[in-house]
T-cell receptor, first 108, second 112 residues
Framework: QKEVEQDPGPLSVPEGAIVSLNCTYSNSAFQYFMWYRQYSRKGPELLMYTYSSGNKEDGRFTAQVDKSSKYISLFIRDSQPSDSATYLC????????FGDGTTLTVKP | SQTIHQWPATLVQPVGSPLSLECTVEGTSNPNLYWYRQAAGRGLQLLFYSVGIGQISSEVPQNLSASRPQDRQFILSSKKLLLSDSGFYLCAGERASGNTIYFGEGSWLTVV
């Protein structure tokens, strides 16, 4: 069993939809939780970074961490075609572990 | 934040030829450095990581090697490439005391 499991997708939504991307994990030592966005043929870029449980909002993006359930989510409001990318979750307790990514397509 | 420079961006190499991918880091000293490989539609596979000059840990046995000749320079090499070495290679770095990794733009390697 992998330490980090990410909903595999792919996910296709119409422009303007609310998107939910999710990961579960098994290592209770994880303290730092990240979301990366990766456009086709590019390196991943850090999108959101949170420490411990709770919510963090940045514009149209909200990262949510529930340590009691070992579950994290990334919500995208008013999704745009430019949000089409692969999203990777990552978690760290000194060493980072990545999910395999969910590919999102937002259709105009 | 850090900036990771990685080159070349794309290369096509014949089987049996050598490989050298280079990576440099700006914005931090004594970073932890990483080489990952990402197969098409797949997750990130950690190949090597380094916590300091000359200190290299290998995560998987393979046809590749890594070196760190300077604090902010990390090199991925092979003496003889195999077809199975084709893929997308990513250099990444983080502050020694940090918990977030920053990636370079990646290098696409096709072995023919």
């Amino acid at each position: 069993q992998k330490e980090v499991e990410q909903d595999p997708g792919p996910l296709s939504v119409p422009e303007g939809a609310i998107v939910s991307l999710n990961c579960t994990y098994s290592n209770s030592a994880f303290q730092y939780f990240m979301w990366y966005r990766q456009y086709s043929r590019k390196g991943p870029e850090l999108l959101m970074y949170t420490y411990s449980s709770g919510n963090k909002e940045d514009g149209r993006f909200t990262a949510q961490v529930d340590k009691s359930s070992k579950y994290i989510s990334l919500f995208i409001r008013d999704s745009q075609p430019s949000d089409s990318a692969t999203y990777l979750c990552a978690m760290s307790e000194g060493k980072s572990t990545f999910g395999d990514g969910t590919t999102l397509t937002v259709k105009p | 934040s850090q900036t990771i420079h990685q080159w070349p961006a794309t290369l096509v190499q014949p089987v049996g030829s050598p490989l050298s991918l280079e990576c440099t880091v700006e914005g931090t000293s004594n970073p932890n450095l990483y080489w990952y490989r990402q197969a098409a539609g797949r997750g990130l596979q950690l190949l090597f990581y380094s916590v300091g000059i000359g200190q290299i840990s290998s995560e998987v046995p393979q046809n590749l090697s890594a070196s760190r000749p300077q604090d902010r320079q990390f090199i991925l090499s092979s003496k003889k490439l195999l077809l199975s070495d084709s893929g997308f290679y990513l250099c990444a770095g983080e502050r020694a005391s940090g918990n977030t990794i920053y990636f370079g733009e990646g290098s696409w390697l096709t072995v023919v």
